[in-house]
Antibody, heavy 125, light 109 residues
Framework: EVQLVQSGAEVKKPGESLKISCKGS????????IGWVRQMPGKGLEWMGIIYPGDSDTRYSPSFQGQVTISADKSISTAYLQWSSLKASDTAMYYC??????????????????WGKGTTVTVSS | SSELTQDPAVSVALGQTVRITCQGD??????ASWYQQKPGQAPVLVIYGKNNRPSGIPDRFSGSSSGNTASLTITGAQAEDEADYYCNSRDSSGNHLEVFGTGTKVTVL
């Protein structure tokens, strides 16, 4: 079964650091981009950034550039999202997703076909 | 970066048809995909590409696109279709980035 298994819920204080994880299984982890998506309480989905575990090519949405670091360890099929200094506004659910890209006769198509169950991060003093 | 705009909420009578739209410049270059999210759950892919459904998604879900607008149609809505729906496409920058729509809450009456 293809799946992404995320690490458990975290409760942190402002200023603390944090690294959450996303382990892929059931497919070739190095052949698909892995993205991170934020969902603040009661709000919509926000795209944070993406990494290609095969060569660690990483791209960030402008809103998140410099705020978080995305990395991956292909030897253990795991992607990471980390903060060096958390803020209360980082309180949210964070999902990792697998992006699949395919070529059709009408053009290229990409979509997020596998989602982790999410990691809740609560930042409070 | 790109933006995708959706109506905040729509309602549909049980068994009737509802169409959810998503507008944005990136849709002129890239196909949208659609995700269903129920309370307390992770989103689930329901439509991708021109009009493709992943295995297990009922055929009452369909997608279409024209110009800068993508649409998700639920034909014969069921109570279990009540959820938030998000569109998504590649960002216009072509830099492997993505963008999500603002989301639509679908209520089945």
């Amino acid at each position: 079964e293809v799946q992404l298994v995320q690490s458990g819920a975290e409760v942190k204080k402002p200023g603390e650091s944090l690294k959450i994880s996303c382990k892929g299984s059931g497919y070739s982890f190095t052949s698909y981009w892995i993205g991170w998506v934020r969902q603040m309480p009661g709000k919509g989905l926000e795209w944070m950034g993406i990494i290609y575990p095969g060569d660690s090519d990483t791209r960030y949405s402008p809103s998140f550039q410099g705020q978080v670091t995305i990395s991956a360890d292909k030897s253990i099929s795991t992607a990471y999202l980390q903060w060096s200094s958390l803020k209360a506004s980082d309180t949210a659910m964070y999902y990792c997703v697998r992006r699949t890209s395919e070529g059709y006769s009408y053009g290229p198509v990409s979509y997020m076909d596998v989602w982790g169950k999410g990691t809740t991060v609560t930042v409070s003093s | 970066s790109s933006e995708l705009t959706q109506d905040p909420a729509v309602s549909v009578a049980l068994g009737q048809t509802v169409r959810i739209t998503c507008q944005g410049d990136s849709l002129r270059s890239y196909y949208a995909s659609w995700y269903q999210q129920k309370p307390g759950q992770a989103p689930v892919l329901v439509i991708y590409g021109k009009n493709n459904r992943p295995s297990g998604i009922p055929d009452r879900f369909s997608g279409s696109s024209s110009g800068n607008t993508a649409s998700l149609t639920i034909t014969g809505a069921q109570a279990e279709d009540e959820a938030d729906y998000y569109c998504n496409s590649r960002d216009s920058s072509g830099n492997h980035l993505e963008v999500f729509g603002t989301g639509t809450k679908v209520t089945v009456l």
